[in-house]
């Protein structure tokens, strides 16, 4: 149990070594307005805390800087809450405010927004494509033998496919197609397209289509050739603004795991609801074992259907974070629901 004391001085020091990168000494702490200790009495505090694996010392300093025991700690016990500038709320509310109908413009513009305003490296996993529905399909002819599927889903993502229109498929039908589609697909999930397409729909479609075969193999490129990738990252080389990261080699390492999207997407899937901090080594990829993780959940009709991530030192503003990531997660989710 530390005592009142211990708890000023190791949330001194961590709060100092956040903004400034650099270990603190017992004479900086004392000179601090809200401590009033001798920097004799502070060393023993410092010792003990030491000790007890709070912070540590480093080789090139006589100051302290904090472990990652004392980061949990100080997540976990002495963050207090961070009121965000109007400046930082209008600028997470302008990302709404605007008239946007797509998915990928409101992701694209926070994974900006949020890495400019942090430098840190922001990543945000899309909705679920389990938890996707078509909404609505549109075939825009290009020429007679060329068209794009325009696919409009439940959670406001936009996917256009280029494909070829077989030439033995008579225009009326491709016309009465879509309409069928739109009306026997809307609400379906994603990923059970193709079986609704072969379980409900070929009776349907035998009335309608003079080539069954031929119209199936349609539906299947303009619908079923791929799936939206959902996994959005801005801010990557905001990593060399850390000073932590000056080791090339361990900056490349970083690089690389985050470049693997369906690793990044399985990492920030797995993440708990609401807010969740993992620290250093409390991050299962090695990469990122010298990294801080902050995850935020967001929601379709009280459902979890997405994550935003800020990835950053061991040594970020987790006040700060938590407040932004807290607002952007609640105001996507009111977007959702809206949509």
Not at 21 to 40: C, D, E, L, M
Not at 170 to 175: R, V
């Amino acid at each position: 149990m530390l005592s009142n004391r211990q708890l000023l001085i190791l949330q001194v020091i961590i709060d100092e070594f956040i903004q400034t990168a650099q270990p603190i000494g017992s004479r900086a702490i004392s000179k601090k307005p809200s401590v009033s200790f001798s920097p004799a009495t502070i060393r023993n505090e410092m010792a003990d805390l030491e000790e007890m694996g709070y912070i540590e010392k480093t080789h090139s300093s006589s100051g302290r800087v904090p472990s990652e025991k004392g980061y949990r700690f100080y997540v976990d016990n002495l963050l207090l809450p961070f009121h965000l500038s109007h400046d930082d709320k209008q600028i997470i509310t302008n990302v709404f405010d605007q008239d946007l109908v797509e998915f990928e413009q409101v992701v694209q513009k926070s994974v900006r927004v949020l890495s400019e305003m942090t430098n840190y490296t922001s990543i945000i996993l899309g909705p679920e494509v389990y938890e996707t529905t078509l909404k609505q399909l549109q075939i825009v002819h290009l020429s007679r033998t060329t068209a794009v599927a325009i696919l409009v889903t439940n959670t406001g993502h936009v996917e256009h496919r280029s494909f070829t229109i077989p030439s033995e498929i008579n225009p009326a039908d491709l016309e009465k197609l879509v309409n069928i589609l739109n009306v026997k697909l809307t609400g379906v999930p994603i990923v059970k397209l193709h079986s609704r397409l072969q379980q409900e729909l070929i009776a349907i479609l035998t009335d309608y289509v003079s080539d069954l075969e031929l119209a199936m193999n349609y539906l299947k490129g303009a619908l079923l050739d791929q799936q939206p990738n959902n996994v959005y990252i801005g801010g990557i080389t905001n990593m060399l603004l850390q000073p932590e990261f000056n080791d090339v080699s361990k900056l490349h390492s970083l690089y690389s795991m985050i470049e693997q999207e369906d690793l990044v997407a399985n990492l920030l899937r797995a993440s708990a609801e609401g807010i969740h901090i993992s620290i250093g080594h409390e991050n299962k990829v090695n990469e990122m074992q010298d990294c801080s993780l902050i995850t935020a959940t967001y929601s379709l009709a009280g459902k979890q259907i997405g994550t935003i991530a800020l990835l950053g030192p061991k040594r970020m503003e987790y006040s700060r974070v938590i407040s932004m990531l807290n607002l952007l997660s609640n105001r996507m989710s009111d977007t959702f629901d809206r949509w």
